[in-house]
């Protein structure tokens, strides 16, 4: 039950927003996403890191890599984007306030200080040419082909999921979320994907307001519960997502040693039209 445990108190440090970066959040966060590259170790090292604060799926990375050399699933990084109004001769292109979230990002997790390169040479199993430019990534998110789901939800079969979702937990309530999501929304809806409709899965708001969330999450840590509990369902459907079916076991934790199911927790799947 730790990992399980684990999770709810991640999604409970998830649910309030840190005072530090309200100012960020009144500002237009601006992000780039930038193609995972599975065939490069720091790439492949530095997902497992973030996997790993994320407190989900930390193992899953290497199969990833093959999902993406199939072209079922696309990881991208989040980064966070130059200002636009730089002038080109000018080499610091970094405003006050990215610095601030990139230094507040590196103190929390020091072994991301050195940046990645953007050297992904596909995307979606179709050939790119990356820019070798050096960025730092405080997230990261994909686009998922399951076309089970989307048959089972009579969804089109160029629909894209959208899985795996992070920020950097000491920048989220800064907008970043938000603007990943925006971002990976128009990708999907053009090539290679031309997708019409976008989908997802998520935790509903009534488990995740539950006493037994609360009690994990706040009570047994010592924490005061927040007053306005955020929760991914939600924030969702600000988005414009609606819900179009549940599953009361939808994320399941097993012992590493033994394999059996130590707990489950429900989910729901909800989509967006993209045109």
């Not at 031309?194 to 047994?220: G, H, K, M």
Request: with cysteine; aromatic share 10%.
């Amino acid at each position: 039950m730790q990992a399980f445990s684990t999770t709810l108190a991640a999604m409970g440090r998830a649910s309030t927003a840190p005072p530090a970066l309200k100012t960020a959040s009144r500002q237009r966060c601006r992000v780039e996403l930038i193609p995972w590259d599975g065939t490069d170790g720091a790439h492949v090292s530095r997902l497992m890191a973030q996997r790993e604060a994320c407190t989900w799926a930390q193992d899953e990375v290497l199969a990833w890599r093959e999902l993406m050399v199939q072209g079922v699933k696309t990881v991208f990084w989040v980064a966070l984007a130059e200002d636009e109004d730089d002038d080109d001769d000018d080499d610091d292109h970094s405003s006050p306030m990215r610095e601030v979230m990139l230094r507040t990002h590196c103190h929390e997790f020091p072994n991301e200080l050195e940046p990645l390169f953007d050297t992904a040479p596909t995307i979606a199993a179709n050939a790119r040419t990356p820019s070798a430019r050096a960025f730092h990534p405080v997230g990261h998110v994909a686009l998922e082909a399951l076309f089970d789901r989307n048959a089972r939800f009579d969804l089109p079969c160029a629909t894209y999921w959208v899985k795996s979702l992070y920020i950097s937990w000491p920048l989220q309530f800064s907008g970043l979320g938000s603007a990943a999501m925006s971002q990976l929304e128009r990708i999907a809806s053009n090539p290679p994907f031309n997708s019409d409709y976008i989908a997802l899965d998520t935790l509903p708001a009534d488990f995740q307001r539950s006493e037994q969330v609360q009690s994990i999450a706040f009570d047994a840590r010592g924490l005061p519960r927040p007053l306005e509990m955020r929760t991914n369902e939600d924030w969702f459907r600000r988005m414009g997502y609606r819900v179009i079916g549940a599953d009361q076991a939808l994320y399941r934790r097993f012992d590493p040693v033994s394999g059996s199911e130590v707990a489950a927790m429900p989910g729901l799947f909800l989509t967006k039209a993209l045109r």
